[in-house]
């Protein structure tokens, strides 16, 4: 019995995901008939009032959603994997088990390694904005 948690948790979440999807193609595409029954009509209809949200919904890239460059990503998710690394080493070392706590070493170097990624990004970006 204590097989099938695991299994039913993973398929309840996926089965909430793609609900969820369908919700928000089903809304986009009802802005759209929305737009287009106006324009049919004669009307003018009116310019979106936040463009940068219209891109984002277009373009479902993390960065241009978030508004922030590359770097800015780069340099969240290093920061979230040397946190949850160093978690991970520290309730591996309070449990006992010491050669498990390799991966939490690794967490945390994938997430410096994230953060050196960010740096050269910026200076990068700062020697293409000249």
Known sequence: MRDWIPVVAIAAW???VIYRMHIAGRMREQAHRERLAMIEKGLVPPPET???HLDAMMDWH????????QA????RTG???VGVGIGLSLML??????RASGAG???VVLGIAFLVNAIFE???ERRDAK
Do not use: E, Q
Not at 62 to 68: A, D, Y
Not at 72 to 75: D, F, G, K, V
Not at 93 to 98: E, K, M, P, R, S
């Open 79 to 81: 920061i979230t994997l």
């Open 50 to 52: 936040d463009s940068k």
């Open 14 to 16: 996926a089965a909430i």
């Open 93 to 98: 070392y309070v449990l006992g088990t010491g």
């Open 122 to 124: 910026t200076r990068s």
């Open 62 to 69: 993390p960065s241009t959603v978030l508004g922030s460059s």
């Open 72 to 75: 800015a990503h780069s340099r």
């Open 105 to 107: 070493v690794l967490l």
